[in-house]
Each structure stands twice: as C-alpha cells, then as structure tokens.
C-alpha cells in the first residue's frame, strides 16, 4: 500500500485549500482514511477521518472547517480546508488501515500505512 499526498502550499489566513492523498496497491474498500498533521516542536495531530462506512470523525480545532471525502473509484481522499488560520500551519500526512467501525481514528499509532506529507503554509 502507497500513499501519495499533494495539494499543499501558502495561503492566506481565511482562504481555502484542498489536500489529495492517492492510494495505490488496494484495494481500499474497507479502509478507514484520515489525515493528521505535525507543526515544528509538536506532536502528530488528528485532523479528520473517514471510516469505510462512510461515517467521518473531525477533531474540534478543524469541525464546521474542513470536510474531507473519498473518491471510491479513483482511491483518491480529500481534505477541503476552509477559512484556513496561521495555526493550521504543519505538514499534512494522510494515513491508512483496516479498522473496525467501533475502533478510535484519532490514535495516530493506530495506522499502518502513511503518506509522505505535504507542507501547509498559512499566513496572518
């Protein structure tokens, strides 16, 4: 399984931005997928997932501002960020496993496959 992330750059605080993670070497269908991302001197941070089922989780710093959203047939995962602030400012990684649908998604040690980041810059 491969992971691919891309969609990052600088932005201004309250623009927006769309972070891609394509996965190859599936298939995916019973993958849960998320983001998480790591500013400098912190530790890894959850951002948003995406249980097979559909369902998705946020964490409170990103809910009712980002959305993320699966392509199925294209095994492509988004993350719509929206009235981005300087303190989203991190690289992104999206993340990958089988997990059962009673399982926690925020526990970045909780996925096996991961994607190589993408830097998000926001300015003030």
């Known amino acids: 399984v491969q992971l691919q992330a891309s969609g990052g750059g600088l932005v201004q605080a309250g623009e927006s931005l769309t972070l891609s993670c394509a996965a190859s070497g599936g298939p995916f269908s019973r993958y849960t997928m998320a983001w998480f991302r790591q500013a400098p001197g912190k530790e890894r941070e959850f951002i948003a997932a995406r249980r097979w089922t559909g369902t998705t989780h946020y964490s409170d710093s990103v809910k009712g501002r980002f959305t993320i959203s699966r392509d199925s047939a294209k095994n492509i995962v988004y993350l719509q960020m929206n009235s981005l602030k300087p303190e989203d400012t991190a690289v992104y990684y999206c993340?990958?496993?089988?997990?059962?649908?009673?399982?926690?998604?925020?526990?970045?040690?909780?996925?096996?496959?991961w994607g190589q980041g993408t830097q998000v810059t926001v300015s003030s």
């Open positions: 993340a990958a496993d089988v997990k059962g649908i009673l399982s926690s998604v925020s526990r970045h040690y909780g996925y096996k496959y």
